[in-house]
């Protein structure tokens, strides 16, 4: 059963290609209007802004969300030409699969700085007019083992980066839980996409439609009392079992 979305705004981080766009598509369709945003993948987030506008409205926005200037900037655009935000959905941030000994500081730096910092500002930006609203939806991506001490040979920044977006998940959700506002965090497992495809337990790695399934389920109005959740869709798969 789809959810009463019609009408909504949402920001879909890093929504021109894969599961961006697929999340963009689905609350597209269920007559969500659509900001596209991107950073370099203009083409794609043309195409994307394109096959939004069949089902619902929409607009792209570019912006390096790291760089809190961009973020305001962001945010101020799209009040101006679609409305306040009522669902975020952060997405973005940059993985990393290399010995820590090899790791370069602009690479450590990045990695942090796309998962943890463009997080916490689109946040910063979202969350005082959802406030006014007294409602708001925000699902940020974690990761399968971020949410306990978890030490990777090859992931180090990628799970300290994790690590920290779950953290700020939950203080957030506590904060703004008597505005009407839920903030929870998704973790993913392996997905056809990833970098790294360890062996799972299924023997199978999770499709964009099994994030899709958690997303609509934290969106559900009779799924407000779910906040500050971390929602694993991994299919059991745990970091270091093979």
């Keep these: 059963m789809m959810n009463n979305l019609s009408n909504k ?33 203009k083409q794609e987030a043309e195409k994307t802004l394109n096959d939004i506008q069949k089902y619902s409205d929409g607009i792209m926005v570019q912006a390096d969300l790291t760089r ?19 669902i975020l959905v952060n997405t973005i941030g940059n993985f990393i699969f290399e010995p820590i000994t090899s790791t370069t500081f602009a690479k450590f730096k990045d990695v942090i700085g796309s998962n943890l910092y463009s997080t916490f500002l689109c946040c910063q930006q979202a969350l005082p007019t959802m406030q006014k609203k007294k409602w708001g939806r925000i699902i940020n991506f974690g990761c399968v083992g971020a949410d306990n001490l978890t030490i990777r040979e090859k992931t180090t920044p990628y799970y300290i980066a994790k690590s920290g977006v779950i953290m700020l998940t ?16 998704i973790l993913p497992g392996i997905l056809q996409t990833s970098v790294a495809k360890p062996k799972t337990p299924t023997g199978k790695f999770a499709q964009f439609e099994d994030i899709i399934n958690a997303i609509n389920f934290l969106l559900k109005d009779g799924s407000n009392y779910v906040n500050g959740a971390n929602l694993e869709v991994a299919g059991g798969w745990r970091p270091g079992y093979q």
């Design 170 to 185: 939950k203080v957030l959700a506590y904060e703004y839980a008597k505005y009407g506002i839920t903030i929870n965090s």
């Design 9 to 41: 705004i949402a920001l879909v981080t890093g929504s021109a290609k894969n599961l961006g766009r697929a999340i963009a598509l689905d609350l597209a369709k269920q007559g969500t209007k659509i900001v596209i945003h991107y950073q370099t993948s």
């Design 68 to 86: 809190e200037k961009e973020v305001i900037n962001l945010f101020q655009t799209v009040k101006k030409e679609l409305g306040i935000v009522d």
